[in-house]
């Protein structure tokens, strides 16, 4: 059973909010184009600008987003949603309020569910719901002013919000990417951070165990998952050290410089109360039937979750492995194409999760850039599996097929000799030089030394040239001893 982990004997207490940048063409309330990178303005039409005389349209595929992530959390769909007019003046806001929603979300409750190592986690969600982006305050190259580019305003947005259930930086991390993941995986969202598809608010308070929830400060804006870890962490030294130090903590948005790795004030927290919400009066209720909620589960593809449950019941896979190998769509074929191909699931599991995923974090390719096609890998675990190389032999061939040595598995086996002996007198031969030429380490090793036996297996390994069964080299080894 696990338990509440203290820092300095304080129970941190996490929340989330995340903008998830949502997959339309056009923005969510105007037929301007999302697409990044444009020139400044360029990409933005009258609706955006907020000019006298224009109205919102409602974004039809904005709102199939939002019930794809409903139906992926297990969520409520709200038949009839509200949206509001989210009152606050920046120079990148035009109106001067934000359409977003309040009182009456679209996606109500869920849970996203994630392993952090070995041990199953869950998050409860509050809501997620539709809302427009702002635009961008650009300050680098206007010598002391301030340039405004709306090519931003208006981009579709699901403001994904979470209870306060994450108890350490490490477990809210991990709450991100299993979020990231999710959204990527159905389609609703790119999930590139560095242009800010998908951005992280975390809410982070401390408390003594038992005590009320603390006053939480908003660390804004967390576009990577490392810099998301370096600045909950330093936020919980700064509030414990308030506290300790007798200062009170006040609400209040902050930022994290990735530079020093400390958060800085930005201002004063709002509460939802001075944004001065009210139902926009120039958007209707938005209307979502059963059938159109029906139509897109049919149209949903397996679920992380679901095809993890799959990988534990189909291939008898410990559920840490199946929720690995389910982090990506990519990842999830890659293992059934070789599993498939070699009949050796569990084995498959352990070269992908190691050899496998460690090639691919080296050279920063994805499964689909990898060199080492699912059939070769299948063949090369079936050669393990029927004892024709060993573990070792196998690494050497599978270090070939990623340089790109062309030729089949067997074929590479071959030309580097790596097939295991299966004469076992040729063994035995190997066996008996190697003991007459160590007659201390037998002698150790009859005496029930076993680094004076491993001495002698690795010998025989080396006379062998790494063609001998280690298996069977130990057994005879044991026979001969005796």
């Given at each position: 059973?696990?338990?509440?982990?203290?820092?300095?004997?304080?129970?941190?207490?996490?929340?989330?909010?995340?903008?998830?940048?949502?997959?339309?063409?056009?923005?969510?309330?105007?037929?301007?184009?999302?697409?990044?990178?444009?020139?400044?303005?360029?990409?933005?039409?009258?609706?955006?600008?907020?000019?006298?005389?224009?109205?919102?349209?409602?974004?039809?595929?904005?709102?199939?987003?939002?019930?794809?992530?409903?139906?992926?959390?297990?969520?409520?769909?709200?038949?009839?949603?509200?949206?509001?007019?989210?009152?606050?003046?920046?120079?990148?806001?035009?109106?001067?309020?934000?359409?977003?929603?309040?009182?009456?979300?679209?996606?109500?409750?869920?849970?996203?569910?994630?392993?952090?190592?070995?041990?199953?986690?869950?998050?409860?969600?509050?809501?997620?719901?539709?809302?427009?982006?702002?635009?961008?305050?650009?300050?680098?190259?206007?010598?002391?002013?301030?340039?405004?580019?709306?090519?931003?305003?208006?981009?579709?947005?699901?403001?994904?919000?979470?209870?306060?259930?994450?108890?350490?930086?490490?477990?809210?991390?991990?709450?991100?990417?299993?979020?990231?993941?999710?959204?990527?995986?159905?389609?609703?969202?790119?999930?590139?951070?560095?242009?800010?598809?998908?951005?992280?608010?975390?809410?982070?308070?401390?408390?003594?165990?038992?005590?009320?929830?603390?006053?939480?400060?908003?660390?804004?804006?967390?576009?990577?998952?490392?810099?998301?870890?370096?600045?909950?962490d330093y936020e919980i030294r700064w509030q414990?050290?308030?506290?300790?130090?007798?200062?009170?903590?006040?609400?209040?948005?902050?930022?994290?410089?990735?530079?020093?790795?400390?958060?800085?004030?930005?201002?004063?927290?709002?509460?939802?109360?001075?944004?001065?919400?009210?139902?926009?009066?120039?958007?209707p209720p938005l209307y979502i039937s059963e059938?159109?909620?029906?139509?897109?589960?049919?149209?949903?593809?397996?679920?992380?979750?679901?095809?993890?449950?799959?990988?534990?019941?189909?291939?008898?896979?410990?559920?840490?492995?199946?929720?690995?190998?389910?982090?990506?769509?990519?990842?999830?074929?890659?293992?059934?194409?070789?599993?498939?191909?070699?009949?050796?699931?569990?084995?498959?599991?352990?070269?992908?999760?190691?050899?496998?995923?460690?090639?691919?974090?080296?050279?920063?390719?994805?499964?689909?850039?990898?060199?080492?096609?699912?059939?070769?890998?299948?063949?090369?675990?079936?050669?393990?599996?029927?004892?024709?190389?060993?573990?070792?032999?196998?690494?050497?061939?599978?270090?070939?097929?990623?340089?790109?040595?062309?030729?089949?598995?067997?074929?590479?086996?071959?030309?580097?000799?790596?097939?295991?002996?299966?004469?076992?007198?040729?063994?035995?031969?190997?066996?008996?030089?190697?003991?007459?030429?160590?007659?201390?380490?037998?002698?150790?090793?009859?005496?029930?030394?076993?680094?004076?036996?491993?001495?002698?297996?690795?010998?025989?390994?080396?006379?062998?040239?790494?063609?001998?069964?280690?298996?069977?080299?130990?057994?005879?080894?044991?026979?001969?001893?005796?």
């Amino acid at each position: 059973m696990s338990t509440t982990p203290l820092v300095q004997g304080y129970e941190v207490v996490i929340g989330f909010e995340t903008h998830a940048q949502l997959c339309t063409r056009s923005k969510i309330f105007s037929r301007a184009s999302t697409a990044f990178g444009a020139a400044p303005n360029t990409q933005a039409c009258a609706v955006d600008l907020a000019l006298p005389g224009t109205l919102p349209v409602m974004n039809r595929q904005a709102v199939v987003c939002a019930i794809r992530l409903g139906l992926a959390l297990g969520a409520r769909i709200a038949p009839v949603s509200v949206f509001a007019r989210k009152n606050y003046f920046y120079p990148d806001l035009p109106k001067g309020y934000q359409i977003s929603q309040f009182e009456l979300p679209v996606v109500q409750g869920g849970a996203v569910e994630f392993f952090l190592g070995n041990e199953k986690k869950s998050v409860r969600l509050v809501r997620a719901h539709l809302e427009e982006d702002a635009g961008k305050s650009l300050h680098e190259d206007f010598f002391g002013q301030s340039g405004i580019d709306l090519n931003r305003a208006g981009t579709p947005l699901l403001e994904i919000v979470t209870e306060p259930d994450m108890r350490s930086s490490e477990e809210a991390v991990a709450y991100a990417r299993e979020l990231h993941k999710i959204v990527t995986w159905i389609g609703i969202c790119d999930g590139n951070m560095q242009e800010g598809s998908f951005r992280c608010d975390a809410n982070v308070s401390v408390r003594q165990p038992g005590q009320a929830l603390g006053t939480r400060r908003e660390i804004k804006n967390l576009n990577s998952f490392k810099f998301m870890q370096q600045a909950i962490d330093y936020e919980i030294r700064w509030q414990i050290a308030q506290i300790e130090d007798g200062h009170p903590i006040r609400q209040a948005t902050v930022l994290f410089d990735p530079d020093s790795g400390e958060t800085r004030a930005m201002r004063t927290k709002e509460d939802a109360a001075d944004y001065r919400y009210f139902p926009d009066p120039d958007l209707p209720p938005l209307y979502i039937s059963e059938q159109m909620v029906q139509e897109q589960r049919a149209l949903m593809v397996e679920l992380p979750r679901s095809m993890a449950a799959r990988f534990v019941a189909q291939y008898g896979l410990p559920e840490y492995d199946a929720a690995t190998l389910t982090q990506s769509q990519a990842m999830a074929a890659y293992f059934e194409a070789v599993a498939g191909g070699c009949g050796q699931p569990k084995l498959t599991s352990n070269w992908i999760m190691g050899e496998f995923s460690r090639r691919l974090n080296a050279d920063g390719i994805g499964v689909a850039q990898a060199p080492v096609a699912p059939a070769q890998l299948a063949a090369l675990i079936a050669r393990i599996c029927d004892a024709t190389i060993s573990n070792n032999a196998a690494r050497q061939v599978f270090d070939a097929l990623w340089a790109g040595q062309a030729g089949e598995v067997d074929a590479i086996i071959d030309a580097k000799g790596l097939r295991q002996m299966s004469d076992s007198s040729a063994l035995e031969q190997i066996i008996d030089a190697v003991l007459a030429a160590n007659a201390d380490h037998v002698a150790q090793s009859r005496a029930g030394k076993d680094k004076a036996f491993h001495a002698l297996v690795g010998q025989v390994m080396k006379a062998s040239k790494g063609q001998a069964n280690p298996q069977q080299a130990r057994d005879l080894l044991r026979v001969k001893l005796q």
